[in-house]
């Protein structure tokens, strides 16, 4: 379902805080639905070091479903102007590294095949209310459209909470775009099988105060969602048939 939260999702999200701050956790955001004031979930708090990067609008009164403003491409340039310096500098590292931060993978068994890894996370879904929405054979795709026979097998199944679903795209539409959750299963260059998806633990967000971009209901969603889909990895990795 979330395809939660990608790399440069994940960036916007951190650099659209304002700045780190010591403070207990605010309360839940009161969500009205005939229609709230225009405020952020963003509570400001100053500190020495000033933020980041600064909102430059309000979002639209609360709604289910309402879709936030269309961002300009200029406005998209100039905070990709102002981000990327920022990130160069805080994070000098490879790209594999870098990618790495953002994944979460599990190393199958000994002796347990990559059908079998297959195998236990469908049957560990179905137990966990994970719907299976699609399955992607991209090493088929290697042989019969580029004719590489020499690429390890790697799927991506995608799985959805429909009712999780629902209510996330009721407080924030747009992600949709990160909708469903992706498992992959791979096999590296020594044929060892690895399950990984997308590390998106909101929990992370407790680092940073009182500033969550993020109301508790979404928040206690997300990690469910979180916990589901490392149940299935885990089922798939250990083999549980």
Not at 33 to 56: C, D
Request: charged share 20%.
């Amino acid at each position: 379902m979330l395809r939660i939260l990608s790399f440069p999702f994940v960036l916007a999200w951190l650099c659209s805080l304002p700045a780190f701050a010591a403070e207990p956790p605010a309360p839940p955001v009161d969500r009205n639905p005939q229609g709230a004031p225009a405020q952020g979930w963003i509570g400001v708090e100053p500190t020495p070091y000033g933020p980041m990067l600064i909102q430059q609008a309000s979002p639209p009164p609360y709604r289910d479903y309402q879709m936030n403003r269309i961002l300009t491409p200029e406005e998209k340039k100039r905070w990709r102007q102002t981000m990327m310096p920022m990130m160069a500098n805080m994070a000098q590292m490879d790209p594999r590294e870098t990618m790495n931060y953002f994944t979460v993978k599990y190393k199958a068994k000994p002796g347990v095949s990559f059908d079998e890894v297959v195998e236990s996370m469908m049957l560990r879904a179905n137990q966990v209310n994970l719907k299976h929405v699609g399955s992607n054979l991209m090493w088929k795709d290697f042989q019969t459209v580029l004719g590489d026979n020499n690429a390890p097998r790697v799927e991506v199944f995608s799985f959805c909470d429909i009712a999780i679903g629902r209510e996330l795209l009721k407080i924030i539409p747009e992600m949709v775009v990160f909708l469903p959750c992706r498992i992959a299963v791979m096999e590296d260059a020594d044929k060892n099988i690895w399950v990984m998806m997308m590390d998106w633990d909101v929990t992370a967000l407790q680092l940073v105060g009182n500033q969550k971009g993020i109301p508790e209901e979404l928040r206690k969603d997300a990690i469910t969602i979180r916990e589901k889909m490392e149940n299935v990895m885990r089922a798939g990795a250990n083999g549980e048939l």
